[in-house]
Structures are given as structure tokens and as C-alpha cells.
């Protein structure tokens, strides 16, 4: 089920709001309204929220100089992400494009510093500027910790990957930030309760961050033709919905590409299956927008958008036509070979 709506669009990047953020800003304004807070306040909150687009933006821009595709931008009431396609391991690359929001936030704040030194606005847009000169200021310095999933956690890794390896380099900076995040929580003990769940947030982005590159350095060589399964199983468009269930009960797979004459038209899953009448066509309960990988990608790749998407199989293609299935279970089970040979 999708959990985002998408708004609009900026340098062709989809923005997107998870319903969770367009629950938390009505309820904000709905309190405003019964004047439980103050609308100043809730005009804050936006412009934060409107600061992160800027930010996540700002990466964006830079990651795409560099040839990374950008699939979209993503506010969550905990703040946004770009998401895209790859970090690239370039440490100068990195280094850029995690500099970039940050630097962006000074930049914006430095700016409207100017324009309101000058003393020429009324007070009410005076005090509007200096409170989006300070939001800049606390995200930019915010995402400066040396912490994953924090732009600072990246700039440290770009720079130590400079010295040392892109795994050790990822362990550092995640033992780092997983350390800042312990005492950050000690401190919300005393202080501010709030702090505890912005450890807990630190803490497990430090540890998926080293995992993925960990799983990323064994999958390192291996390509998606190693890991797939060939000739995989396929639908016709024209096959009815009960032949669908006869073959996904047969094969025990949850998920099957549809052929046509050698070309992919759509991919169909059993819950697309189990709730439509059994004499539908395939073709009207298929999934026609497939995501898919190419035959000669790396493995990892296939690793990323599986998990990204949160699907279990893609489909994997060599010219334009389909030549095999690639499934987490196909990954995992060789990540587990390639571990018990190196231990």
C-alpha cells in the first residue's frame, strides 16, 4: 500500500510527504486553530519543513553532477531524505555532496542575516527572517555531527576513506556516532527526554550504515548473473487468474514476471491475485511500472533497490528482453557462502 503522496516536482526530483508528516503538520494547525499554540509556532514548524527540502535539495543537486539518479525526495515528521540511487565511494564525491546542505543552510542564513541587518522590513517580517536565520543555523549545525545517518558522519568517512579503507573508514565513523549517540541519550536521562529517541535514531543509522557497506564489501565482484535464477518461471497477459494461483501454488513463488512474445509487460504477486475474481485477466491485476536490474549490474545493486523498494524478486534483463529472476533469498544465501569461505 503507497504511504506517500507526491506534490510537486523541483529540478524534475519528486517531492513526496509521507502520510505520517501530512498527520503531524494538520494536527499542528488544528491545534493553532484551537489556539493550543501559537500560529507563529506552527509557521516555524513548516519553515523547518521547508528547510530540509532546501537542504535535501542541495544534495541532491550536487549528487546529480556526479551521475547519481535521484529517485525522490521524502519528508517524514522526523526530517527528509534524498533518496538516490548510490553514495558514491569517491571520497571527494561524498565529501561534496554531504557538504552541500549544510552549506546551503549557512549560505540561506547568511544571506537573510544581510537583508535584515539593513533594518529597512517591518517587524513582523523581521522577526520572520530571524526565525528562519535560526532554523538554518540549527539544521546545518544539527547535521555536522560526526554521526551516521548525519551529513557529519558522511563528511567524516569521505575524509578518512582518504587514509584508509571505505569499510574501515564506514567503522570508525559508525563506533563514533553509535558512542555520540550513547551519551546524547545519558544526557536526555537529565535533560530533555526528546533526546533519547534522536539517539536511538543515531544509533541505528550508524549500525545500518555499517552493515550495508559491511554486506557491500562481500558482495564486492560478484554480479547480478552469478546470484540469478535463468529461464524463470512467466505469466502470460492473457492468463486468467485462476491459472495464475494454479502456477504460484505449483512453483511456491510469490511473485511472477508476465511475457509477451520475449518482452516484460508487468510483474504480478499473490496478493494481486488473491482478492480479484478468478476469470481476470492477468494483464488487469498486474504491476505494469516493474522495477528490474540488468544482467551485468553488481549484485549489490540488485541488494539496494530490493531493499529500497521492498520487494522480494526483480526481475533481471539483458537487452531489453528478460533472462532471469534475482530474490533476496538467491543474496542472502550468498552472502552466507561468501562468509563461511572467509572464516
Do not use: C, W
Not at 515528521?77 to 533518496?83: L, R, V
Amino acid at each position: 500500500m503507497k504511504t506517500t503522496i507526491k506534490i510537486f516536482k523541483i529540478f524534475d526530483i519528486p517531492i513526496e510527504l509521507d502520510f505520517s508528516f501530512l498527520i503531524l503538520i494538520i494536527s499542528i494547525y488544528f491545534l493553532a486553530f484551537l489556539e493550543l499554540i501559537s500560529l507563529e509556532l506552527a509557521v516555524l514548524i513548516t519553515l523547518i519543513f521547508v528547510t530540509v527540502v532546501i537542504h535535501e535539495l542541495a544534495h541532491s543537486y550536487v549528487a546529480r553532477r556526479f551521475g547519481v539518479k535521484i529517485e525522490k525526495i521524502l519528508l517524514l515528521p522526523i526530517g527528509g531524505i534524498a533518496k538516490m540511487e548510490k553514495i558514491p565511494r569517491v571520497p571527494r564525491q561524498e565529501l561534496l555532496i554531504s557538504i552541500a546542505g549544510p552549506s546551503t543552510n549557512l549560505i540561506i542564513a547568511a544571506t537573510l542575516y544581510g537583508i535584515g541587518s539593513m533594518g529597512i522590513s517591518p517587524h513582523a517580517i523581521t522577526k520572520f527572517i530571524a526565525n528562519f536565520i535560526l532554523v538554518n543555523v540549527v539544521l546545518a549545525l544539527f547535521n555536522l555531527i560526526p554521526a551516521f545517518p548525519m551529513d557529519g558522519g558522511r563528511i567524516l568517512r569521505a575524509l578518512l576513506a582518504e587514509k584508509m579503507s571505505y569499510l574501515r573508514s564506514t567503522e570508525v565513523a559508525a563506533n563514533l556516532g553509535k558512542f555520540l549517540a550513547i551519551l546524547m541519550a545519558m544526557a536526555g536521562i537529565f535533560f530533555n527526554p526528546f533526546l533519547i529517541l534522536i539517539a536511538l535514531f543515531i544509533y541505528i543509522g550508524a549500525e545500518q550504515e555499517y552493515r550495508l557497506v559491511f554486506i557491500s564489501s562481500l558482495l564486492e565482484g560478484v554480479k547480478v548473473s552469478d546470484v540469478m535464477t535463468p529461464d524463470p518461471i512467466t505469466l502470460k497477459p492473457s492468463s486468467t487468474v485462476r491459472e495464475a494461483l494454479e502456477t504460484v501454488f505449483k512453483y511456491k513463488h510469490r511473485g511472477y514476471p508476465v511475457t509477451e512474445n520475449g518482452e516484460l509487460k508487468g510483474i504480478v504477486a499473490f496478493h494481486d491475485l488473491s482478492s480479484a475474481d478468478e476469470n481476470t485477466p492477468v494483464s488487469e491485476v498486474m504491476t505494469e511500472d516493474v522495477i528490474t536490474v540488468n544482467i551485468n549490474d553488481d549484485a549489490m545493486i540488485a541488494l539496494e533497490k530490493l531493499t529500497s523498494h521492498g520487494i522480494g524478486r526483480l526481475p533481471v534483463m539483458k537487452e531489453s528482453k528478460l533472462v532471469g529472476i534475482i530474490s533476496k533469498t538467491d543474496l542472502i544465501r550468498t552472502l552466507d557462502i561468501i562468509r563461511r569461505t572467509k572464516t
